[in-house]
Antibody, heavy 126, light 111 residues
Framework: EVQLVESGGGLVQPGGSLRLSCAAS????????MSWVRQAPGKGLEWVSV???????YYADSVKGRFTISRHNSKNTLYLQMNSLRAEDTAVYYC????????????????????WGQGTLVTVSS | QTVVTQEPSFSVSPGGTVTLTCGLS?????????PSWYQQTPGQAPRTLIY???TRSSGVPDRFSGSILGNKAALTITGAQADDESDYYC???????????FGGGTKLTVL
């Protein structure tokens, strides 16, 4: 079964750090694009970061320079290192695989987020 | 800054049909943005409904369909049921390095 399980959330003071983990089963993290998406309380979904299978990483402007996405291949786990945390980073953080599809002729049909983990809550407060 | 627009809320009667849309603050949505749609109920992770504009994810009932309508992506629910009452999010792919932008979500009420 393809599954993602996040951990590492909790309460942290402004300016503090936290590392989230996302353990995958049923597929290989390093062979896929993997992403983090967050949702502030009562708000919508916000894309945060992605790591490509080749290792390139990208970030939303709101977290650039503060967050770092990485993976541990032998543990088949995705991470999000969050530094200099702010109150506005308070959210449920979901990890998700970026699924995509090329047909037999090589035509690219696009990408989407699936599966999703269950989420882990990060609260930044003094 | 790219903004993806969705109706904040929508209401549909049981058995009725509703179309939710996903637009761009500047420009038109096309299949090249690979629009996908997600359903979320309170306290739960999002569930993939539609990807690549109009492909239903595994296990999604065929009353859910996706399309491009005019200059927007659209999610149509035909024969709405009570358990379709959820938040619905679209996301557009802006390309490598620009990546993904979610819409603000539509809260659908079935009554």
């Amino acid at each position: 079964e393809v599954q993602l399980v996040e951990s590492g959330g909790g309460l942290v003071q402004p300016g503090g750090s936290l590392r989230l983990s996302c353990a995958a089963s049923g597929f290989t993290v390093s062979s896929n694009y993997m992403s983090w998406v967050r949702q502030a309380p009562g708000k919508g979904l916000e894309w945060v970061s992605v790591i490509y299978s080749g290792g390139s990483t990208y970030y939303a402007d709101s977290v650039k320079g503060r967050f770092t996405i990485s993976r541990h291949n032998s543990k088949n786990t995705l991470y999000l290192q969050m530094n200099s945390l702010r109150a506005e980073d308070t959210a449920v953080y979901y990890c998700a695989r970026v699924s995509d599809y090329y047909d037999s002729s090589g035509y690219y049909w696009g990408n989407w987020f699936d599966p999703w983990g269950q989420g882990t809550l990060v609260t930044v407060s003094s | 800054q790219t903004v993806v627009t969705q109706e904040p809320s929508f209401s549909v009667s049981p058995g009725g049909t509703v179309t939710l849309t996903c637009g761009l603050s500047s420009g038109s949505v096309s299949t090249s943005y690979y629009p996908s749609w997600y359903q979320q109920t309170p306290g739960q992770a999002p569930r993939t409904l539609i990807y690549s504009t109009n492909t239903r994810s595994s296990g999604v009932p065929d009353r859910f369909s996706g399309s491009i309508l005019g200059n927007k992506a659209a999610l149509t629910i035909t024969g709405a049921q009570a358990d379709d009452e959820s938040d619905y999010y679209c996301v557009l792919y802006m390309g490598s390095g620009l990546n993904w932008v979610f819409g603000g979500g539509t809260k659908l009420t079935v009554l």
